[in-house]
């Protein structure tokens, strides 16, 4: 049941917007029925560039994924357990942390290139601060909190502090900065692909803006819609795993 009402907006939505092209209520040469690019996306994936461009996207956010978790958690926790760096780090990230990561594109693309790095480098970029935020409290409210108080009294060893409290104690706070960062690095890689891009799912929806291929258009953007729905619900579904297990 619950999976029912999870989707059951979007299918009241849709039926909506069918009904609407049907009667000519909508113009359908600019909101196409979502019947229609339903089934052309089903349709590009017989395609071997549209599957290619998926890929290359695909790797793209894994990428940016696998350098921001480590160095995010380095950060955190380098800021959690030393006054002296979290003072100096924390005000940077603060200050840096307003700034639209696309502004500084165009001096990625300087600096790196117009290949792989450079996009790479703007979406780890943009996941680092939101992952970072959250581990960072997260490990400066274990550490003010009971838990610092446990590991005093025990005199818990470093190792153990580590790999049993910290890690442990910290899965409900990367998760939900993971949930956040994901959705923002998916962003990002699209945004990135917009231009100076051969290849990925923004370089094919801005091809297909630039042919005024609308229903193209929409069906790469429903697939981007489906994946980051899939990856909310993944994460929200751990987190609640999590936090039952803490409470």
């Known amino acids: 049941m619950k999976r029912i009402f999870t989707i059951l907006p979007f299918l009241v939505l849709g039926a909506l917007w069918h009904v609407g092209v049907i009667f000519n209520f909508i113009d359908s040469q ?3 029925s979502p019947v229609m ?3 052309k996306l089903f349709m590009l994936f017989l395609n071997s560039d549209f599957v290619y461009d998926c890929l290359r996207s695909a790797y793209r956010l894994l990428a940016g994924t696998l350098i921001s978790i480590p160095l995010s958690f380095i950060a955190a926790f380098a800021c959690s357990h030393c006054p002296k760096f979290d003072r100096i780090f924390n005000p940077l990230v603060a200050f840096t942390f307003p700034l639209p990561k696309v502004a500084i594109f165009p001096l990625t693309l300087l600096v790196l290139g117009i290949g792989d790095s ?4 703007v979406i780890s970029l943009g996941m680092f601060y939101l992952l970072f935020i959250n581990l960072r409290l997260g490990l400066l409210h274990m550490k003010g909190g ?3 108080e446990l590991v005093k009294i025990f005199k818990i060893n470093k190792k153990n502090y580590f790999f049993e409290i910290i890690l442990k104690g910290i899965r409900v706070d990367f998760f939900k900065g993971l949930k956040l960062a994901l959705g923002y690095g998916l962003t990002l890689v ?3 692909e917009f231009s100076m891009s051969k290849d990925g799912v923004g370089n094919f929806i801005w091809k297909a803006w ?3 291929n609308i229903i193209d258009m929409y069906a790469a953007v429903l697939l981007l819609s489906l994946v980051g729905f899939v990856i909310y619900l993944v994460l929200d579904h751990l987190i609640g795993r999590f936090e039952k297990y803490y409470h």
């Open 37 to 39: 690019f339903t089934l």
């Open 146 to 148: 009971e838990v610092g």
């Open 118 to 121: 450079s996009k790479i480098f």
């Open 210 to 212: 630039e042919q005024f």
């Open 30 to 32: 600019f909101f196409p």
């Open 190 to 192: 699209v945004v990135s």
